[in-house]
């Protein structure tokens, strides 16, 4: 147990023993330059005596006399006095000002890191850092590193009081994971910014159109590459111009496989998806392998889902020399009727997207007249193109197709990456806003063990802790977390759980007590440490709006001023690209409310 440490009476002595020679220092000081002030005002010129920190003494019991000779020793003690008088307030001002800015004995940025615990966040290590991750940058020199090539801005380090610090950068080794409640921030302060400032090519899903408005136009001038919104439930309006289709490259059992688990992972009934879940993705792999083999388009999934007894599916895999997947698939067909219902009822839940041509117009093979393009997952990673990926939430909805493409992308990052000596330059960047309602990834937690090592920057962003357990599980959640290298957590955090075990993660500091005492005339001051947390769940859920908290692998909790691209320096320029995006989104949503406006494709493709 730690001594606390008692100070007797004498303390009081001591520290006025203490002013009283600051007191006559200060005062020699004053009198040295007002001896010279009055020396020049009287016509001799600057004269003054040879410093002593005691020459206020002296000069009381000799005169002024001695020191400058022909000085009226009225003019040398009054602006003395007037200079000490500056001094005192001087004192007093810079006193109080310390005082006020001076954080309480428990104020968490005591113990929360300082500059030099995250030095590789900022300033030279950022820089020296990316210059070993990018082969690019390696001839610039440091002074000649532009702060976007150096890394990604996670916020202001706060210091002491209100002081800020440097800028904190993610590197392009890093994967990250980010809790932000909503309407806190995350689009304007991370997603925004971050998409404008990549340096290669940009993946940015949603379900709302407002980052896509603030940096579609943006990206498209400053990068001179295409701009892909993928937008079948018309969030932003913008016209189909291009289409994908899952079924291409789907060579073999593990594709189909992984294709089918991202349509799997939303069904909404835990307990459904649970007991049904994996034989319907069993059921849904073999229909989409059979659909790729046979030439076949992904709406035919479904339609194949609507009689269990359909063989051409099976005869199509064995068309194809797949017997044991057409074994799977008979075997369930062949499965007593409750049974086979419930798998294929689960399935076309799981599908239910592929009913809507509204979504299937992307990914099915479009009429020659229409000339879309086809878009390309292999070439993009390579590329400084941007890929928006758009769907609303709930049953549906087009978040299957979603993860389905953002996961294409990442694999086909990964081979680019193995290519080229293990790692992209520039690097490909993905944000994935509303992960957990559009872009359900189910191995998304193995995949950032080593998307950060190939150049693929990864930001998961949650709006809590509860939410990403929702679809990964308690263990999958854990895994992601321990995986991601930055975790960021901004404001809102009402999980009381996740909140008092992030205050642990942070951990405990010590904070000093004092205890006066007076008696028989005598004070005695005690002063004791004791043991309190650094940040409570209740300040974590508190924390106001333009702040966060940063994990960094091996580096203390650093608390950010976070800031948003309106209070940077190309708010007017997003703003004026926001504007017009708006504008646009506007006169087409009120041309497709009337239906003689709307163009022929797209009212029979909203057609019952």
Not at 293 to 313: F, K, Q
Not at 503 to 511: P, Y
Not at 551 to 569: F, I, L
Request: proline residues 6%.
């Amino acid at each position: 147990m730690p001594r606390a440490v008692t100070t007797g009476g004498t303390a009081g002595g001591e520290w006025g023993l203490l002013a009283a020679m600051a007191a006559v220092v200060g005062a020699s000081a004053a009198l040295w330059l007002a001896g010279g002030l009055a020396s020049a005002v009287s016509g001799p010129g600057w004269h003054s005596a040879s410093f002593s920190p005691v020459l206020v003494l002296a000069v009381a019991r000799s005169g002024t006399g001695s020191w400058w000779p022909g000085v009226d020793p009225g003019l040398v003690w009054g602006l003395t006095a007037a200079l000490t008088g500056l001094l005192v307030v001087a004192a007093l001002t810079a006193y109080l000002t310390w005082s006020l800015r001076r954080p309480a004995a428990d104020a968490p940025l005591r113990s929360l890191a300082r500059s030099a615990d995250v030095a590789a966040l900022s300033g030279r290590g950022a820089v020296r850092r990316a210059r070993q991750l990018r082969p690019a940058l390696a001839a610039v020199p440091v002074k000649a590193v532009a702060p976007a090539d150096a890394g990604l801005t996670l916020g202001q380090l706060l210091g002491s009081g209100v002081r800020r610090g440097r800028e904190l950068l993610a590197s392009w080794e890093d994967v990250l994971l980010a809790f932000m409640a909503p309407r806190q921030g995350k689009t304007t302060t991370y997603v925004v910014p971050w998409a404008l400032a990549a340096p290669g090519a940009v993946v940015l899903t949603s379900n709302k159109a407002d980052a896509w408005a603030a940096t579609a136009g943006l990206r498209a001038a400053r990068t001179g590459e295409r701009v892909w919104t993928f937008d079948p439930q018309r969030i932003t309006y913008a016209a189909q111009s291009w289409w994908w289709n899952p079924l291409r490259g789907l060579a073999g059992v593990e594709e189909a496989e992984r294709l089918a688990s991202h349509f799997v992972l939303t069904v909404d009934d835990e307990r459904t998806r649970d007991i049904w879940g994996p034989a319907a993705q069993e059921l849904v792999a073999a229909l989409l392998l059979a659909a790729a083999r046979a030439g076949r388009t992904i709406s035919d999934v479904y339609t194949w889902l609507a009689d269990d007894r359909n063989p051409e599916p099976a005869e199509s895999l064995d068309a194809a020399g797949l017997g044991a997947m057409a074994a799977s698939l008979r075997g369930i067909q062949g499965s007593p009727d409750e049974t086979r219902g419930s798998v294929y009822f689960t399935a076309r839940v799981a599908v239910r997207c592929l009913r809507n041509p509204e979504i299937t117009a992307w990914v099915t093979p479009p009429p020659a007249d229409r000339g879309l393009a086809e878009f390309d997952p292999a070439g993009f990673p390579t590329s400084r193109q941007t890929l928006y990926l758009l769907s609303k939430d709930g049953g549906g909805s087009a978040g299957p197709l979603v993860a389905a493409l953002t996961d294409r992308v990442l694999r086909a990052g990964v081979v680019a990456a193995e290519r080229r000596a293990g790692r992209l330059d520039p690097p490909l960047l993905v944000l994935l806003d509303e992960a957990a309602n559009i872009c359900k990834i189910g191995d998304l937690p193995q995949l950032y063990s080593h998307l950060g090592s190939r150049g693929i920057v990864v930001l998961t962003i949650l709006q809590s802790y509860a939410q990403g357990v929702a679809v990964w599980g308690q263990t999958g959640m854990r895994a992601l977390w321990s995986a991601a290298t930055v975790k960021i957590v901004g404001p809102g955090m009402d999980d009381a759980d996740f909140a008092e075990e992030l205050s642990r993660l942070i951990g405990d500091h010590d904070v000093a007590v004092d205890t006066h005492t007076t008696a028989a005339g005598s004070w005695s001051r005690s002063r004791s440490p004791r043991q309190q947390r650094v940040l409570p769940a209740s300040a974590i859920r508190a924390l106001p709006r333009g702040r966060a908290l940063v994990w960094s692998t091996g580096a203390k909790v650093a608390m950010v001023a976070t800031r948003p691209w309106y209070a940077g320096p190309q708010a007017g320029e997003i703003d004026a690209a926001r504007r017009a995006a708006e504008a646009a989104m506007t006169t087409a949503a009120t041309a497709a409310a009337d239906p003689a406006a709307r163009p022929a494709a797209d009212l029979v493709r909203s057609s019952p």
